[in-house]
């Protein structure tokens, strides 16, 4: 018999079909629950909420179980490459020899951007955030390709291929050129001899009269920490992608709001809070605990890089980069104290029963910051470097909904508790000190 919900407002009983995913997982379908009844749900954070339904990531966060179309994450980790993961989550599948060649050469000759872009970057302050310009360059790309961002769902879903993999290749150079800026720089073209990661890197740190040449785990680290980003199912710049995507937008302005939304510190910008926390402990001369400490009393500041909305488990990513961090750092010959800080705070939280009731473990941001620091990157660049290994994500997301949802734009409700109904008072007839005019 198939499974029902009911819920009784008042005296009477309402039914509503429940939806069950390929993992079992349940959601009681609540579609037509404001027809039937007048009611709304309301799930402030949308914590329950289920917004979609969607082919593309599974999570599990009590098991810390992560799998990109089907494909666990440690496999992806241990065997593919971001490109490789990028066609799975795009297109469905793991690519043929053909199609990877393909997809690849398609990625590089997207590389570069047009010239008159360079403009775009002397107007910006030279002290600019570097996710402000990728965010404004992102959506300013859709201006160069008129035909790929129509907003004609329709026509831009036929468009799709190309956008996609110039968006997947701009990104980086955008990143790169956004980093060189800052510093006063000459820009650096891509190469053509160069695989993804190597020519990111290439881009940030070749000098006209000497090329850059990473160490072999710094581009493999690198291509990991893009890989364990790229799609994470509905959180907050996901989601957001979405909700613009919805509302017949196009491809270039949806991801350009998925930058935005990526870059507060309880999302993507984590990464660089992490280090923040380290660095900060590290100058303290405290080992983590009094960190610790005042994180539980509420009076401190939260452990970055702990907690995550679905995780109540071990978040697979971090276990991965732990790994990998550990694996750079020994490559590279470092010895970073912001390291055994971490692994400190790591290990006093997981004993501590504040964090054990609450379910805390370390985010994929623990990590990834200790990692992206070795490789030599600013800390205010961490969250672009979220961003190039997000892009799949929601390339892949933006046409779902394009693809899906039959056209039908996100609009939650709300439960409104402002003022009553009250009437106009003209200025002169206003009494006490209310709102001054601007
Ligand atoms: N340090 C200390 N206490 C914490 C932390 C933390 N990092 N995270 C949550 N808590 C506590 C809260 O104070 C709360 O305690 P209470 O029940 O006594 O009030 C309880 O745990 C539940 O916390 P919520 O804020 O309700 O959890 P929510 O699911 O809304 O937030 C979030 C998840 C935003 C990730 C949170 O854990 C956090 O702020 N972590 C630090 C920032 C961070 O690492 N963000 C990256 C997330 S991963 C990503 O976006 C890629």
């Not at 009681?28 to 329950?48: A, E």
């Not at 909700?243 to 949806?254: D, K, P, Q, W, Y």
């Not at 990998?324 to 490559?331: F, P």
Request: with cysteine; aromatic share 10%.
């Amino acid at each position: 018999m198939e499974e029902t919900a009911t819920i009784r407002l008042g005296n009477e009983n309402h039914v509503f079909p429940v939806v069950i995913g390929t993992e079992n997982e349940k959601g009681i379908d609540i579609r037509t629950l404001r027809q039937k009844t007048g009611y709304i749900t309301y799930d402030d954070g949308y914590g329950n909420t289920g917004s979609c339904e969607s082919h593309i990531t599974f999570i599990d966060g009590e098991k810390g179980i992560l799998r990109y179309r089907g494909y666990p994450i440690e496999q992806l980790a241990e065997s593919s490459n971001f490109l490789e993961c990028a066609h799975l989550i795009i297109y469905g599948e793991l690519p043929t020899h053909t199609q990877q060649r393909e997809f690849s050469a398609k990625v590089l000759r997207q590389a570069s951007i047009h010239e008159s872009m360079r403009h775009l970057f002397e107007g910006f302050p030279n002290n600019s955030h570097p996710m402000a310009i990728l965010s404004a360059l992102l959506n300013s790309l859709g201006c160069y390709y008129p035909n790929l961002a129509t907003n004609d769902r329709d026509q831009d879903l036929k468009n799709f291929d190309e956008a996609a993999t110039l968006l997947l290749s701009k990104v980086r150079t955008i990143a790169a050129m956004s980093y060189r800026m800052m510093r006063g720089e000459p820009f650096m073209y891509p190469r053509k001899d160069l695989g993804y990661c190597q020519n990111f890197l290439h881009m940030m740190f070749s000098e006209p009269y000497e090329d850059y040449y990473p160490h072999d785990d710094v581009a493999k680290a690198l291509d990991l920490i893009f890989l364990l980003h790229a799609d994470h199912e509905q959180n907050c710049s996901t989601s957001t992608v979405r909700m613009v995507g919805s509302g017949g937008a196009n491809l270039f302005a949806s991801v350009s709001a998925g930058v935005c939304a990526l870059w507060g510190p309880l999302h993507g910008g984590a990464n660089m809070a992490v280090i923040n926390m380290l660095q900060e402990i590290h100058k303290n001369g405290d080992d983590g605990s009094k960190f610790v400490a005042a994180a539980k009393s509420g009076k401190g500041a939260r452990l970055m890089g702990f907690g995550h909305r679905v995780y109540k488990n071990y978040d697979p990513r971090a276990k991965i980069l732990k790994v990998a961090c550990e694996r750079v750092l020994k490559a590279l010959g470092r010895n970073d104290p912001l390291l055994d800080i971490a692994l400190h705070l790591e290990d006093k939280a997981l004993h501590d029963p504040y964090f054990i009731e609450r379910k805390l473990y370390p985010n994929v941001d623990f990590y990834s910051g200790i990692i992206l620091q070795a490789i030599g990157l600013p800390l205010d660049m961490y969250t672009v470097m979220f961003s190039i290994g997000r892009m799949p994500g929601w390339i892949a997301h933006w046409r779902e909904v394009a693809e899906l949802s039959k056209g039908r734009i996100h609009r939650p409700r709300q439960i409104y508790i402002g003022p009553g109904l009250r009437n106009y008072v003209n200025i002169n007839d206003r009494n006490g000190d209310g709102p001054k005019s601007a």
